[in-house]
T-cell receptor
Framework: GENVGLHLPTLSVQEGDNSIINCAYSNSASDYFIWYKQESGKGPQFIIDIRSNMDKRQGQRVTVLLNKTVKHLSLQIAATQPGDSAVYFCAETPPQGAQKLVFGQGTRLTINP | DTAVSQTPKYLVTQMGNDKSIKCEQNLGHDTMYWYKQDSKKFLKIMFSYNNKELIINETVPNRFSPKSPDKAHLNLHINSLELGDSAVYFC?????????????FGPGTRLTVL
């Protein structure tokens, strides 16, 4: 079912601090996970992805961690900037296939100056 | 050089009207999608087309009818619009069927039904 969810619907951080956005998923057979960023008035934009055979993947200022034991996914943003303000979604690909990519509810990240 | 484009960006209409939203992608992808995003930002898939063939048809009222004239276009026609249809509709495309399916999203169409 559609059970990709987030622990926190909103998150406020100080500019320059690190941000951690969490996501819980329910399907232990899901094999691919994506984080998207959606800025106001725009469509979701790909940030980073990870396959289930990995537990960590790093990008530019972002890191995704996957804990399959507890079915938990997190997105870490280093040195948060004002431009990071957005809604962040996690999504999982269940065993039914890529067309069934399921999105979580989203977390709104607000950066305080 | 827009990858996935949608028109119109805003659509305001009366209940009962029929309207269409158009989507085009120039990424050469085989699969296109329509998503609906509600006021709480929840993104739910509506339809998926692969090479003009309907792959996914979620529980969507049959007032919604997607049409794919070619693999670069996926339009959404909505008949007899209702208040509950008010939402942001996103078109998306992806490269591979049956694999990861990373989506590329359009800018969205905000539909307001009065």
């Amino acid at each position: 079912g559609e059970n990709v969810g987030l622990h926190l619907p909103t998150l406020s951080v100080q500019e320059g601090d690190n941000s951690i956005i969490n996501c819980a998923y329910s399907n232990s057979a899901s094999d691919y996970f994506i984080w998207y960023k959606q800025e106001s008035g725009k469509g979701p934009q790909f940030i980073i992805d990870i396959r289930s055979n990995m537990d960590k993947r790093q990008g530019q200022r972002v890191t995704v961690l996957l804990n399959k034991t507890v079915k938990h996914l997190s997105l870490q943003i280093a040195a948060t900037q004002p431009g990071d303000s957005a809604v962040y979604f996690c999504a999982e690909t269940p065993p039914q296939g890529a067309q069934k990519l399921v999105f979580g509810q989203g977390t709104r990240l607000t950066i305080n100056p | 050089d827009t990858a996935v484009s949608q028109t119109p960006k805003y659509l305001v209409t009366q209940m009962g009207n029929d309207k269409s939203i158009k989507c085009e992608q120039n990424l050469g992808h085989d699969t296109m999608y329509w998503y609906k995003q509600d006021s709480k930002k929840f993104l739910k898939i509506m339809f998926s087309y692969n090479n003009k063939e309907l792959i996914i048809n979620e529980t969507v009222p049959n007032r919604f009818s997607p049409k794919s004239p070619d693999k670069a276009h996926l339009n959404l026609h909505i008949n007899s619009l209702e208040l509950g249809d008010s939402a942001v509709y996103f078109c998306a495309s992806s490269q591979e069927v049956g694999t990861s399916g990373r989506r590329f999203f359009g800018p969205g169409t905000r539909l307001t039904v009065l």
